[in-house]
């Protein structure tokens, strides 16, 4: 049985970022609405939302203070209500950034917790004692340093796996639990489409054991939490799980096991860093090892489990910057990375200024960055002795910072994105890359990506067809069949700035999309220009 998220194109929406509506330089929900039209033009069937819950904003809007209130700047909770309401109309689903492995230390349950060890909250989060009068354990947060911060007056230590402003939640107690399906159940009731889970892959930590992804409970507490809360509706789930392999992805989305629809993994992304170091240590992506990771993903769930496909979030630099070529092909390399992507099985995902071209925005100065682990990181690295230089250079490229940049809606002062001052610096590209740009000119990046998602729309093979590699092209040529019911779709993308050749073994019965406005020849051998993608129909009953 299909469900609808099986046919969707969601698209992500970082509402810091996206449209100022009073010109206090921050975007908001009445902003999105404002929008919503250009979001129904491109053709996506759902929006993904990053939180727009009531925040002190450490961590850009990851760090809760009320699930069931909505933050100040953002708008109220009648903009939420009516941003649902007015998306349903045009058919476009809300999905909502659920995160529970950590709150705010602003949030009530933490601020009665820290009152004492016998407040009835003390337990909603994770305390220890002092080891040999220091930390509980070695385990580190992902913004850099110890995962434990002590708390002065209870003498104990409080976990935190990313700010010591996000003490992790203790899912072990049942009270924690009911309070977050309880939660998840106002909003469903609310009319939403749905989770984005953030790393719901922690909740099953055991911290004494040092296990924080994976841990033994986690698909105990998913299932409980399906059937609390949105096991009987039509929605839509994906969790963020860094750590996932495909036989741990079938145990999230297997619908046998009534846990979630699908995971983000993040195997693909992690290829373009060195071997067993962090993200910041790069190395030069090889295709041959993307293609086969890709290919393994397509393949290995089989029907026991349901693909993400995704390039870019707002964690993520933009692909076409990181992976492409942003100066001299960035339409083309834009064209193909989406092309390459959105054929394959499973839900796309298109992150904000993705459909139209948008690059990272490189800076000089570590006063011009705001993300929280990039500043984290630099002041880190300085003291270890690397150069700033050198800091920078990882910053520039895979800097969160890269994705938070305002949209650019047009040419006017901050990209049309606010009357305002923009709350992070607006890329100065904007004049040449924005969206009014992209709808003038029906070549654009735009109008790929709507093509694509009309096609994934109008033609089962795409949603449904099995994947097969096309094994013995060039290293830097990304080409594969999709299949179903005798019908057959070739596609190919070199994924390079030279010239390659692919050899057709079939004839080419119809050019469905190709991001260069050439003929392609119907039958053998093909010289693809820097960055080419086409998808193609090839005749049936062919011999291979």
Known sequence: MSAWWQKAVVYQIYPRSFQDSNGDGIGDIPGIISRLDYLQFLGITAIWLSPVYQSPNDDNGYDISDYEDIMSEFGSMDDMKKLIHEADKRE???????????????????????????????????WRDPINGGVPNELHSTFSGSAWTLDEESGQYYLHLFSKKQPDLNWENEKVRQEVYDMMNFWLDMGIGGFRMDVIDLIGKLPDQGITGNGPLLHTYLQEMNQATFGSLDVMTVGETWGATPEIAKLYSDPERKELSMVFQFEHIGLDQQEGKDKWDLKTLSIGQLKHVLSKWQTSLGHQGWNSLFWNNHDLPRIVSRWGNDQEYRVESAKMFAILLHMMK????????????????PISSIEEVDDIESINMYNER???????????????????????????????????????????????????????????????IFYTYKKLIELRKEHAIVVWGEYELIEGTAEEVFAYYRVLNGEKWLIVANFSPSEKTFTLSGAIEELLIHNYQDTL??????????YEAFVAKIFRGRKE
Not at 521 to 530: C, S, V, W
């Open 382 to 444: 300085l003291a270890q002795g690397y150069t700033k230089e050198s800091i920078l250079s990882s910053i520039n490229a895979k800097g969160r910072d890269n994705a938070r940049t305002p949209m650019q809606w047009d040419e006017s002062e901050s990209a049309g994105f606010t009357k305002g001052t923009p709350w992070l610096h607006v890329n100065p590209n904007y004049p040449m890359i924005n969206a009014k740009e992209n709808l003038a000119d029906t070549n654009s």
């Open 521 to 530: 020849p119907k039958i053998g051998e093909l010289l693809l220009k820097p």
């Open 92 to 126: 476009i689903k809300l999905v909502m950034d659920l995160v529970v492995n950590h709150t705010s230390d602003e949030h009530a349950w933490f601020v009665e917790a820290k009152k004492g060890k016998d407040n009835p909250y003390r337990d909603y989060y994770v």
């Open 346 to 361: 499973g839900t796309p995902y298109i992150y904000q200024g993705e459909e139209i071209g948008m690059t990272n925005c």
